[in-house]
């Protein structure tokens, strides 16, 4: 039985010739624009538990997912770092660099959606930027309030072929690719007579989901994943931050957040069981949680995992297809079908709809915390097995540790 329409989104396309995409929303599954949130409850997450930035917080698991890989995907991730780490360098100074040119001192928002367009980005949005969200590491080096948020496809084929060394080569030539184009498109904003920053993808001041849905791009899915009304969750985002006049988007509803639960096939399909079914109230905002250490040891065995990526119908068939397939017949367009669902886990083999893999205990015991909080963790469980550590062993600590403190914490990386 057809559902009755509570409102139809109206989108720009993915350039600037594209025609406008319209989405209809049911009204079982109309909501608030964005997310849920209790306003004062992220200003007081924010303020009394800032947020830290992976790369800094999990430092331990980050270099540890290096021992998991298999040899293809370590020797792509080198050479993916080696090609990426200039531009990730590049931005993390652009906040320094002045304008080339004196203001234009008018509204600035059309020519930098034109110009983001013709440097190949999918979508862009602007909006204030949240210091709420930003890294504790961060909070000196973000310099300016508005926030230009943009979104880079990564190719369809290849992500479909997701868990895959082909798949990860979309995830992080993607990244590449995005990179030059932000540090082009700040390029642009100084020639305009402003100051911007890039905020790499790969170097985050702050999770960016946040405010790509303030700019009204798209909403958080079950999966931890923005969900663009162009690509689903396709896509890797950055941050542009400048002192430029632009004026901001606004939050929209897609209904995403209602259709979640009636979908929840990335729930059903995450081979770790690491995504929560109900929604759960977390710093302020309503959304269903990602069990980080369920996750991390399965995505970095099995080639970025990211099957909640690939099973997600709004990513497979699009939002438009699928929001429309859900007011004529009320069903999730795909569930429980080998075309959506499916998916291969290497030397585990094809899991169908109802079918996941199970894997040893001793996956998920892997380093956690920060580099220096893991070795220490490990030298105290020694100490206490009642034997107490050799004298060997005590040295070998204090060289690991002399060398962490030394090199100081990895600020950089990617997943
Ligand atoms: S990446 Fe894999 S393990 Fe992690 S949440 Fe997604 S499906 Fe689950
Ligand atoms: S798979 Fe379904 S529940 Fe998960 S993010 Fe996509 S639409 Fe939402």
């Known amino acids: 039985m057809p559902k009755k329409v509570h409102h139809v989104v109206r989108r720009t396309g993915t350039t600037l010739e594209s025609p406008v995409v319209e989405i209809p929303v049911a009204e079982d599954i109309a909501g608030v624009p964005g997310i849920p949130q209790i306003e004062k409850d992220v200003a007081f997450y924010s303020r009394e538990y800032p947020l830290e930035s992976q790369n800094v917080e999990k430092a331990a698991d980050r270099e540890w997912s290096w021992s998991v890989y298999t040899p293809e995907v370590y020797e792509y991730r080198e050479l993916h770092e080696k090609a990426n780490a200039p531009f990730v360098a590049a931005a993390a100074t652009t906040g320094e660099i002045e304008p080339t040119a004196e203001p234009v001192d008018r509204d600035i928002t059309e020519d930098i959606r034109r110009k983001a367009y013709e440097l190949g980005f999918g979508d862009v949005g602007f909006t204030r930027y949240d210091r709420r969200y930003t890294f504790q590491s961060k909070k000196r080096w973000v310099k300016f309030p508005g926030a230009i948020c943009v979104a880079l496809e990564q190719d369809y084929a290849q992500t479909q072929s997701l868990p895959s060394l082909e798949a990860e080569f979309a995830h992080f030539g993607t ?27 790969n170097d985050n001041s702050s999770p960016f989901l946040p405010m790509f849905v303030a700019a009204g791009m798209g909403q958080l899915g079950a999966n931890g994943q923005l969900l663009s009304p162009h690509f689903g969750s396709r896509a890797r985002l950055a941050i542009i931050t400048t002192d430029g006049p632009m004026t901001y988007d606004e939050p929209v509803d897609y209904g995403v957040h ?60 699009g939002m438009k297809p699928v929001m429309e397939h859900y007011v004529e017949t009320g069903e999730v367009l795909g569930k429980r079908t080998h ?48 034997n107490g550590a050799t004298p060997e062993e005590t040295a070998a600590f204090v060289k690991e540790l002399r060398a962490i403190l030394d090199k100081g914490i990895s600020t950089i990386g990617d997943e």
């Not at 932000?182 to 007579?193: H, M, W």
């Not at 209602?258 to 096939?265: D, N, Y």
């Not at 399965?298 to 909640?308: D, H, K, L, N, W």
């Not at 199970?358 to 580099?371: C, N, V, Y």
């Open 258 to 317: 209602k259709f979640c639960q009636e979908c929840l096939v990335c729930a059903d399909r995450c081979p770790a069981r690491a995504i929560t079914r109900d929604k759960v109230w977390y710093r302020g905002v309503e959304k269903n949680k990602l069990i980080y250490d369920r996750c991390r040891p399965v995505m970095s065995t099995y080639e970025g995992c990211a099957v909640c990526m690939k099973a997600c119908p709004i990513q497979r068939y």
């Open 175 to 201: 990244y590449e690719t995005e990179n030059e184009q932000c540090l082009a498109l700040a390029d642009f904003i100084r020639s305009l007579g402003y100051h911007a920053q890039v905020h790499s993808p």
């Open 339 to 386: 075309n959506l669902e499916g998916f291969e886990l290497r030397e585990k083999g094809y899991f169908g709809p109802g079918e996941l893999p199970s894997f040893d205990r001793s996956l998920f015991d892997f380093p956690k915390g920060t580099k220096d909080e893991w070795l220490f963790a490990e030298f105290k469980d020694k100490v206490e097995d009642g």
